[in-house]
Nanobody
Framework: QVQLVESGGGSVHPGGSLTLSCAAS????????MAWARQAPGKGLEWVAG?????NYARSMEGRFAIFRDNARNALTLEMHNLQPEDTAVYYC??????????????????RGQGTQVTVSS
């Protein structure tokens, strides 16, 4: 069955960096678009970045976050820099049902991991 396991979360000071990793199994990783999403306390799920043949980012993350995929290792990575308190959230690795997504379907995942907590505070 499909499994997505995130790791790498933690606590950092404002301006700090973290790298999140996702280990995927149970499907042909290279055939599907993948994404990172996050949910802050008391808020809804927010799309962070997605990657199929190319990467795309939410406007507030562009220039600070970078998403990578390693199809040989079935791995998804999110590098986060210049983190701010508003980036505090649970971050999820997610799989799309196909090889791409649209603006209207960017949160239409068919699988999502359990999440990893990122806390940014001074």
């Amino acid at each position: 069955q499909v499994q997505l396991v995130e790791s790498g979360g933690g606590s950092v000071h404002p301006g700090g960096s973290l790298t999140l990793s996702c280990a995927a199994s149970g499907f042909t990783f290279s055939n599907y678009a993948m994404a990172w999403a996050r949910q802050a306390p008391g808020k809804g799920l927010e799309w962070v970045a997605g990657i199929g043949l190319s990467a795309n980012y939410a406007r507030s993350m562009e220039g600070r976050f970078a998403i990578f995929r390693d199809n040989a290792r079935n791995a998804l990575t999110l590098e986060m820099h210049n983190l701010q308190p508003e980036d505090t959230a649970v971050y999820y690795c997610a799989k799309y049902p196909g090889s791409s997504w649209t603006t209207n379907t960017k949160l239409s995942f068919d699988y999502r991991g359990q999440g990893t907590q990122v806390t940014v505070s001074s």
